[in-house]
């Protein structure tokens, strides 16, 4: 059966940090771009930030020098740490694979795999 599963999302006060995970199941995970977008209430869905099988990065500007995405191949787990956490950080994060897919492009959300997300929420 082909899974992601997120898992870390919370509650966290501005200037904090979480750490999500995303644990792949069912897919061979090293060719796959994996990455994490995010959806706020009335809000379109965006990439946050994506890493491919050779582990090239990407990231939104708004999130650069705060986030880092990192995977883990033998675990089939990529992670995404999330520091100085603001209010405008406040969504729905979701994770996503798609084979082969260059990591500097998003794709939508017809296309490859998406877990159910984890909600994160910034507020004091």
């Known amino acids: 059966q082909v899974q992601l599963v997120e898992s870390g999302g919370g509650l966290v006060q501005p200037g904090g940090s979480l750490r999500l995970s995303c644990a792949a199941s069912g897919i061979v995970f090293r060719p796959n771009t994996m990455a994490w977008y995010r959806q706020a209430p009335g809000k379109k869905r965006d990439l946050v930030a994506a890493i491919s099988g050779g582990e090239s990065t990407n990231y939104a500007d708004s999130v650069k020098g705060r986030f880092s995405i990192s995977r883990h191949n033998a675990k089939a787990t990529v992670y995404l740490q999330m520091n100085s956490l603001k209010p405008e950080d406040t969504a729905v994060y979701y994770c996503?694979?798609?084979?082969?897919?260059?990591?500097?492009?998003?794709?939508?959300?017809?296309?490859?795999?998406w877990g159910q997300g984890t909600q994160v929420t910034v507020s004091s």
């Open positions: 996503t694979a798609k084979t082969g897919h260059p990591v500097d492009r998003p794709w939508a959300t017809g296309e490859g795999i």
